[in-house]
Nanobody, 115 residues
Framework: QVQLVESGGGLVQPGGSLRLSCAAS????????MDWYRQAPGKQREWVAG???????DYADSMRGRFTISRDNAKNTMALQMNSLKPEDTAVYYC?????????WGQGTQVTVSS
C-alpha cells in the first residue's frame, strides 16, 4: 500500500506563487510516475503535470512556463512550484502515484487565488 500526503496549499493573490509538496510512503517501486491533478468546483479533475522516476517532466499546456514539477526519488517526494498564479488556478490539487497496475491518490490540498 502507498500513502500520499500533499501540503503547501493556501490563499495567494493573483500573480503570486505557491509551492506544493507531496510525500509518498509505503511500498514504492523504483519505477513509477507521479503526477499532479487539480479539480475546481463544478469541474472535472484535470491533469496538471507529471514526472516519471526517470526524471522527464511534462505539463498541461495551460501550466507550461508557469509551473515546475520536481522529484526527489531518494526521499519519495514531489513538488510543484506554481508561479504567476491566476484566479482560474483555484482548485484542490491532488498528488497521484502510478506503479505497476495500481494508482494511489492523496487527499488534496486547496489552492485559492484571489485578491
Amino acid at each position: 500500500q502507498v500513502q500520499l500526503v500533499e501540503s503547501g496549499g493556501g490563499l495567494v493573490q493573483p500573480g503570486g506563487s505557491l509551492r506544493l509538496s507531496c510525500a509518498a510512503s509505503g511500498r514504492i517501486f523504483s519505477s513509477n510516475i507521479m503526477d499532479w491533478y487539480r479539480q475546481a468546483p463544478g469541474k472535472q479533475r484535470e491533469w496538471v503535470a507529471g514526472m516519471g522516476s526517470g526524471g522527464t517532466p511534462d505539463y498541461a499546456d495551460s501550466m507550461r512556463g508557469r509551473f515546475t514539477i520536481s522529484r526527489d526519488n531518494a526521499k519519495n517526494t514531489m513538488a510543484l512550484q506554481m508561479n504567476s498564479l491566476k484566479p482560474e488556478d483555484t482548485a484542490v490539487y491532488y498528488c497521484r502515484l502510478a506503479q505497476a497496475s495500481s494508482m494511489y491518490w492523496g487527499q488534496g490540498t486547496q489552492v485559492t487565488v484571489s485578491s
